[in-house]
C-alpha cells in the first residue's frame, strides 16, 4: 500500500541548474589501462555486454514511459559489469500522481524483460515493480525508511541508468542530491575548511552495512542456498559500489578548486544549485568509473589501482563462466573450504580488498586522512 502523499503528488520540480554531460569518450578505465598497459578483457566484454542489453530493451520497451515515469535499470546492467546470468533489476519510478494504469505497465515491462533476459529480479521484490517518488524523496531516515526503501534510493544515486524516457529519472535524482543536500546544516554552516557531505555519506555508509547484516539474513532465510555467490559479491561488486559513494562524497574537496568551493560554500553565497550540479556530474559515472579517476588522478596510486581493477576484472571473468557461476549458486555450505572455483573467488577478493587498503589506508595517499575521518569515525 502506497502512502497517501505518494498518490496525489504532482511530478517533483527540476531543482538543478543543468543536466550533467559527461564525455564518454574520455573513458577513465581506458585511460587507466592505456596508462598501465592492461587490458582487462572481462572488463571491455562486460561493458559491450551491457550496452548491447540496454539497446534491446530499449528496443522492447519503446512505447512505454512517459514525462512522469521513467524505465530504470540497476545492478551489472546498469554499472557496465553484464555477463553471462547477470538478472535484470527494473523499476517503473513514477514521478507525480499515481495512476492504475501503472500497474499494468509494470506487468508488461516484466513481460518484455522476461522476453529478453528469461530471468526474474531478485526475489527480495525491491526490483520489478513500482517505485515512487514521494518515498524516495522524503523518506530518508526514520522507521518509515524500509530496507527497500533504502536500497532503491542509494542504488538510484549509485549504479541506475534510464531506459527510454529519463525525465522522471532526472528529477527524482536531482531532488534525491537536493534532500542530502540543502539539510546538511554542518556542510554548511560548519567552521572547519572541508567540505564532505556527512549526510550523504553516512547513508552509504548505513547501506553498505545493511548489505552487510542482510548476507547474514539472507543465509538463515534461503537456508544457505546461494551463499557463495552472494558471499563473492559483497567482498568485491556490493563493496566497490560503497567506494564508489565514498569517493563521491570526496568529491567537493578534492575535485573542487578552492575557488569553486569558496563559490559555493562561503556564508551568504551558499549556492545550493551548483553543489546539486557537481554530484549529478559525478554520480553520473559508474562506479568502475569513479574509482578510475580517483585512481588516475594520484599517480602514486597507479599501482594499486592496477591491481583493484586487475582483481575486478578477474571476479568478471569468473563470472562469465557459466559453469563457474551456477557451481557457485548450487554449492552446499560444508563444500566451501574444498571447493577450487570458490577458493578462487575468495582469493580475488583478498586481492581486491589489498588494493583498497592501499587506495585509502596508506599515510601518503590523497584519500588517507579523509577516509579515517570520515569513513571510519
Known amino acids: 500500500m502506497y502512502p497517501l502523499d505518494a498518490v496525489m503528488t504532482e511530478p517533483t520540480p ?132 524500509t530496507n527497500s526503501n533504502t536500497t532503491r534510493r542509494i542504488l538510484l544515486l549509485l549504479e541506475s541508468r534510464a531506459i527510454g524516457p529519463d525525465a522522471a529519472h532526472r528529477r527524482v535524482l536531482t531532488n534525491v542530491l537536493h534532500r542530502y543536500l540543502e539539510e546538511d546544516r ?49 567482498r568485491t561488486s556490493r563493496k566497490l559500489i560503497f567506494v564508489a559513494g565514498l569517493l563521491t562524497c570526496f568529491g567537493p574537496q578534492l575535485e573542487l578548486t578552492d575557488d569553486e568551493r569558496r563559490e559555493i560554500f562561503t556564508p551568504g553565497a551558499r549556492n545550493l544549485e551548483r553543489l546539486v550540479d557537481h554530484f549529478r556530474r559525478a554520480i553520473a559515472w559508474t562506479p568502475l568509473e569513479i574509482a578510475a579517476r580517483a585512481v588516475l588522478a594520484a599517480p602514486d596510486l597507479h599501482g594499486a589501482g592496477g591491481e583493484l581493477f586487475g582483481a575486478y576484472d578477474q571476479f568478471l571473468g569468473l563470472l562469465a563462466d557459466r559453469e563457474h557461476r551456477e557451481r557457485l549458486e548450487r554449492l552446499p555450505l560444508e563444500e566451501l573450504g574444498s571447493d577450487p572455483v570458490f577458493q578462487r573467488g575468495i582469493g580475488i577478493g583478498h586481492h581486491f580488498q589489498e588494493a583498497l587498503n592501499r587506495i585509502f589506508l596508506h599515510p601518503d595517499s590523497p584519500y588517507y586522512r579523509l577516509t579515517l575521518k570520515y569513513g571510519v569515525f
Open 14 to 145: 527540476p531543482i538543478a541548474a543543468s543536466d550533467p554531460v559527461i564525455d564518454r569518450a574520455a573513458d577513465p578505465v581506458a585511460a587507466l589501462a592505456s596508462r598501465l598497459g592492461a587490458r582487462w578483457d572481462n572488463l571491455r566484454s562486460g561493458r559491450g555486454q551491457a550496452a548491447e542489453k540496454r539497446r534491446e530493451l530499449a528496443r522492447a520497451l519503446a512505447d512505454l514511459g512517459s514525462d512522469g515515469t521513467s524505465i530504470v535499470v540497476f545492478g551489472s546492467l546498469a554499472r557496465d559489469e553484464l555477463t553471462a546470468g547477470s538478472d535484470i533489476d527494473w523499476t517503473l519510478l513514477v514521478d507525480g500522481p499515481a495512476d492504475p494504469g501503472h500497474l499494468d505497465m509494470a506487468r508488461t515491462i516484466g513481460r518484455h524483460v522476461r522476453e529478453v533476459e528469461g530471468k526474474p529480479p531478485g526475489r527480495e521484490g525491491v526490483f520489478g515493480s513500482l517505485a515512487f517518488s514521494h518515498e524516495l524523496i522524503h523518506l530518508i531516515g526514520g522507521e518509515d525508511d
Open 186 to 234: 554542518g556542510l554548511w554552516y560548519g567552521a572547519g575548511p572541508i567540505k564532505v557531505p556527512r549526510f550523504l555519506l553516512n547513508d552509504f555508509v548505513r547501506y553498505w552495512r545493511t548489505m552487510a547484516v542482510d548476507f547474514a539474513y539472507k543465509q538463515r532465510s534461503r537456508a544457505g542456498e546461494g551463499w557463495a555467490l552472494r558471499n563473492l559479491k559483497l
